[in-house]
T-cell receptor, first 119, second 109 residues
Framework: GAVVSQHPSWVICKSGTSVKIECRSLDFQATTMFWYRQFPKQSLMLMATSNEGSKATYEQGVEKDKFLINHASLTLSTLTVTSAHPEDSSFYIC???????????????FGEGSWLTVV | GNSVTQMEGPVTLSEEAFLTINCTYTATGYPSLFWYVQYPGEGLQLLLKATKADDKGSNKGFEATYRKETTSFHLEKGSVQVSDSAVYFCALSTDKLIFGTGTRLQVFP
């Protein structure tokens, strides 16, 4: 079946530095990818919709300048957490939708997630 | 707007017990409905889905039926196992995937 890969699986960075997380669709092309954030024992919060070749669409309350999203190709989207702070520590999950499907009825596949710890 | 409401957990069961996790939704149009499962320390895996009214999704002994009249998509399993312990998320899809808050299931031997 379709596979979405995230890298790195976990990362520790110092406060004030930036960290990049990659999301790749391995066996299909994805014009649209989604980035979620999950706090411990809570649900997933949609951060932004990443569109290939155009700017990402951010959800209300999500800082565009802090969470930079780039969707440079049909198989790769990146999330860069800039000037990270301890409160950015979280589990970040991406998902991807197959280029060929309709919106409704399409199955969205998830990456394995990336644990970010800012110290 | 679109939303998903799940029963609060944790749900604690003994092995081989019957499981029901309630999920109701509010949506315009005709969304697709999903159940995802998250095992400890892992990402999400699709468990089952239904794309139109009266469809039944099933996988690994789990079932859920898309009920438009009650706007529900309850998850059921006849006999749970310890390995089913996880967090279960109900979700709907229109232009994006919207999740419920998740329900933690704990199954004891």
């Amino acid at each position: 079946g379709a596979v979405v890969s995230q890298h790195p699986s976990w990362v520790i960075c110092k406060s004030g530095t930036s960290v990049k997380i990659e999301c790749r669709s391995l066996d299909f092309q994805a014009t649209t990818m989604f980035w979620y954030r999950q706090f411990p024992k809570q649900s997933l919060m949609l951060m932004a919709t990443s569109n290939e070749g155009s700017k990402a669409t951010y959800e209300q309350g999500v800082e565009k300048d802090k969470f930079l999203i780039n969707h440079a190709s049909l198989t790769l989207s990146t999330l860069t957490v800039t000037s990270a702070h301890p409160e950015d520590s979280s589990f970040y999950i991406c998902s991807a939708r197959d280029i060929g499907g309709r919106v409704n009825g399409n199955t969205i596949y998830f990456g394995e997630g990336s644990w970010l710890t800012v110290v | 707007g679109n939303s998903v409401t799940q029963m609060e957990g944790p749900v604690t069961l003994s092995e081989e017990a019957f499981l029901t996790i309630n999920c109701t939704y509010t949506a315009t149009g005709y969304p697709s409905l999903f159940w995802y499962v998250q095992y400890p320390g892992e990402g999400l895996q699709l468990l089952l889905k239904a794309t139109k009214a009266d469809d039944k999704g099933s996988n690994k002994g789990f079932e859920a039926t898309y009920r438009k009249e009650t706007t529900s998509f309850h998850l059921e399993k006849g006999s749970v196992q310890v390995s089913d312990s996880a967090v279960y998320f109900c979700a709907l899809s229109t232009d994006k995937l919207i999740f419920g808050t998740g329900t933690r299931l704990q199954v004891f031997p």
